[in-house]
């Protein structure tokens, strides 16, 4: 829009002041305005549209130098252009995070095990672009890639899901069903309980606030469990882990539980060896950048489930770039149901 591109001022982009072992507050972030350089050649100006709050940004707060920038997917398009292949118009899922517009030359390599920092938004045939940042991106892939490579599921098995009404977490449960598996989610909230046993298909689904984890799966899985998703970590994990069968597979997608501890007093869980040999576990952790080169394959894949109705994708959206840290620590605290997106 020419009128938006007269009236462009700059970019404001937030970054994180202090690594900190405990939630963050807005103080704890500075909110920086600047003029962005003109463009190279190779270079393109991007307005951003979406942004994604994701749970890692508190994984690597003591991993990087303080000040940083605060990273994640964004969807953006392109304002001015000095790149032929990204003509004004085209649209750039990035990884350039929390900010409203960017200056980047999106010709860059995707090294193996990295993550990608530039791709033109896939045809998500009329889905919505959002998408882009959460069931059709990296949280689908996550998901996706990372239930069926590790957990192996077999038709008939039973899966257990945590994080189960999050971004991953419930995309992990409707998959698992389209396998054919038994579904058991745990999930923070008794709406949320209800949202995925109703909307989603679980089996059966509990809230951990409230239920005895051990009781709970006894009675949901008596046959014990084959597959566990772990997106949160912690006792719960083990609770669940001391229920599966022999040989059953445990993908360690994340531990939420203790993203905002101190890493040197994490909170204590049982000890998990003598279950992990007795029962011959495998228990596998990964981070999705392994798969970089299969994210067009399983972007592809995702988007034909969604659009047969076999994924049903949720977006929990906030509207406004002032409001992008309230929606980072409402994810962090599980305000979010399905995928936690700002609308710039
Ligand atoms: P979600 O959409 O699931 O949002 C985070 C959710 O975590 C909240 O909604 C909240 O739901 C839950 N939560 C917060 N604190 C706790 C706690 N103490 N115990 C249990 N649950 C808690 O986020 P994502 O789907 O984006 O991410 C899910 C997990 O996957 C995270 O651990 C993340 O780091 C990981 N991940 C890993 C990747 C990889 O490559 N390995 C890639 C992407 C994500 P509730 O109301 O249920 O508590």
């Keep these: 829009d020419a009128n938006e591109i007269e009236d462009f001022a700059g970019s404001t982009e937030i970054t994180l002041k ?37 749970p890692s940004l508190r994984v690597y707060h003591n991993k990087y130098n303080i000040p940083y920038d605060q990273f994640g997917y964004t969807l953006g398009i392109v ?21 409203d517009y960017c200056v980047v030359n999106p010709n860059k390599p995707v090294i193996p095990g990295q993550r990608i920092l530039y791709y033109k938004l896939p045809d998500l045939k009329g889905l919505p672009m959002s998408m882009s940042v959460g069931a059709l991106g990296m949280p689908g892939v996550t998901a996706y890639l990372g239930f ?4 192996k599921p077999q038709e008939g098995d039973t899966v257990v899901v945590t994080g189960a009404a999050g971004a991953v977490g419930s995309l992990v449960g409707q998959i698992a069903k389209i396998k054919g598996c038994k579904v058991i989610g745990f999930a923070g909230s008794d709406d949320k309980v209800q949202w995925i046993e109703e909307e ?14 051990s009781a709970a799966i006894k009675e949901a899985a008596p046959n014990g469990v084959d597959c566990y998703f772990d997106n949160v970590g912690g006792e719960i994990s083990s609770l669940i882990i001391n229920e599966m069968n022999d040989f059953g597979r445990i993908a360690v997608c994340g531990s939420i539980s203790t993203y905002n501890n101190d890493v040197c007093q994490l909170p204590k869980a049982s000890i998990l060896q003598p279950t992990v040999v007795m029962k011959q576990l495998k ?23 969604v659009l047969n109705g076999k994924l049903n994708p949720k977006e929990h959206i906030t ?25 710039i």
């Design 79 to 99: 304002i001015e252009s000095k790149n032929d292949e990204y003509p004004v118009g085209t649209r750039v899922v990035t990884y350039e995070g929390w900010c």
């Design 18 to 54: 202090n690594a900190l072992k405990r939630t963050p507050k807005r103080d704890d972030y500075e909110i920086i305005k600047f003029e962005l350089p003109a463009l190279k050649n190779g270079d393109i100006l991007l307005k951003m549209e979406w942004i994604s709050v994701d």
């Design 148 to 151: 069926l490579e590790i957990c």
């Design 283 to 305: 228990m596998e952790g990964f981070v999705v950048w392994r798969w970089n080169y299969r994210f067009p394959e399983a972007i592809q894949q995702l988007t034909e489930l």
């Design 319 to 343: 509207v406004g770039f002032e409001n992008v840290f309230d929606a980072f620590v409402g994810m962090l605290n599980g305000e979010n149901v399905g995928k936690a997106v700002i609308k």
């Design 200 to 213: 989603l298909g679980f089996d059966k689904a509990f809230n951990y606030k409230t239920v005895n984890i």
